[in-house]
Every structure is written in C-alpha cells, then in structure tokens.
C-alpha cells in the first residue's frame, strides 16, 4: 500500500539571503546546538519542499526534507521533517506553496512563506523535525535520511513500471547527455524526439525542450514501438 504518487513543485524563496547567525527560526542554528534544542518546540518558515517520492503505509513515518528559514524569506538550512504516515500528503500539499501575503504599493498580494512547527530531535544520530509525533517518536524511529532514500525508491519504482504488456521501461538520464561511456547521447535522444513527434503529431519536441522539461523536474515518456520499450526521460 502506498500514497498516490505526489511531485512537489519547490516554492520559490522571497530572498536569496541567508538569515542572521543564531536565528531561532533557522535549522542550521538547532543542528548546532543539539543538546540546547532537544525536545523543544521550533519554528520555520518552508521556503522549500524537495521531492519526498513516495510512502509506504506501513511505513514508521514519513521523510520530507524543507528548506527552512525566517519569516522574511532569508535561508537558514535544512531539516528533514517526519510526519505521521496519515499526513503525508496533506503536509506536502500544504508546505509546498506559498501562503498570500498584504498587498503593497496596489500591485496585489505578495506571496510568503509558511511557518512550520514541531519538536526538534536528534534521531539516530541525524537531526530532524517531528511535526504530529510525540518527541518519544525519536527513540524508536530509524534515520530520517534512510525513510526519505526508501520513499524515493519507491517513486522511482512506480515510474519505471510500463503501461503497456509486454513492453518495459528504462530510464534515459538527461543529466548524463553525452558524457564519456554513457548510452545517453543527443543523437539517441533526437532518435527518441522524432518517434513521439511522428506518434503524435500535434507535438513537436526537440532534444533541448526534453532537457528543460526534465531539468524542471516534469517525466517524459517516449515509446520505441520497435523496442517494445517506453523510455522515461528524467534528470538526476
């Protein structure tokens, strides 16, 4: 059993400035005093939400690793967030946009960052933010970063899964275009453009397009009805 599929498009930070030493509302600033921060109640605003894949239900909680900071949109770090399995979804749907801000100057509404709030711990030797989860939940969990490495196996599991029998899919890694020793080349990439192209008419994709469009974290899938084979198009 897992929760359907969810790709979290990142909120984009108000300011590339990143927040003052100290700042209690900056995950850098719990990491590096642990022991000060430890069970207590912190604060920070999701400037962030990277892909969290996708979760099993009976996983022990769900991994989603933010982008934290202030309030003012300045960057202080990031944590790995665990939530209930329950709440997945809702927590990623939610902190994965920005909230509306005051208008200023007659120009409408200027977008902010959510606030987040939980328990910071210390779990397996990793920091992270409790958020729905009592902070005892720390002494029985296992890392945050091996919860969200499953999760995003997972996903990736399901998207090499064909939609055709008899067929299979792989993965064409655009991040690996013509480099040395590596099967994913422009021209193999064009070859992939054309046969959607003759496919579908109405679509005229070219090998740049393919690579902003898996840089921007969208998954494309070309079928090689020769092959039998279904090639999904992504960035790593």
């Not at 987040?116 to 920091?127: D, I, K, L, N």
């Amino acid at each position: 059993m897992h929760l359907p599929a969810l790709i979290v498009l990142a909120a984009a930070t108000l300011a590339a400035k990143p927040a003052r030493k100290g700042d209690p509302m900056a995950p850098e600033t719990w990491v590096a005093a642990p022991a000060a921060h430890q069970g207590k109640t912190v604060r920070t605003a999701a400037l962030r939400l990277e892909e969290p894949g996708l979760v099993a239900g009976d996983a022990p909680a769900a991994a989603l690793r933010l982008e934290g900071g202030n309030d003012k949109g300045e960057t202080g770090g990031a944590i790995i967030a665990l939530v209930p399995v329950g709440q997945f979804q809702s927590f990623a749907e939610t902190y994965s946009k920005m909230e509306a801000g005051k208008g200023r100057g007659g120009f409408g509404a200027i977008a902010k960052p959510k606030v987040v709030a939980g328990t910071f711990a210390v779990v397996a030797g990793e920091p992270a933010l409790l958020v729905g989860l009592p902070a005892d939940a720390a002494t029985r969990l296992p890392k945050p970063s091996e919860l969200l490495k499953a999760q995003l196996a997972r996903a990736r599991e399901e998207l090499l899964k064909p939609s055709r029998p008899g067929w299979q899919r792989k993965a064409f890694v655009l991040s690996r275009l013509d480099q040395r020793n590596q099967a994913e080349t422009t021209r193999e990439l064009q070859r992939l453009c054309d046969l959607a192209n003759a496919a579908d008419k109405t679509r005229r994709l070219t090998p740049r397009e393919a690579v902003r469009l898996a840089r921007e974290g969208e998954s494309l899938v070309l079928p090689d009805e020769k092959a039998k084979t279904e090639w999904l198009l992504t960035w790593e």
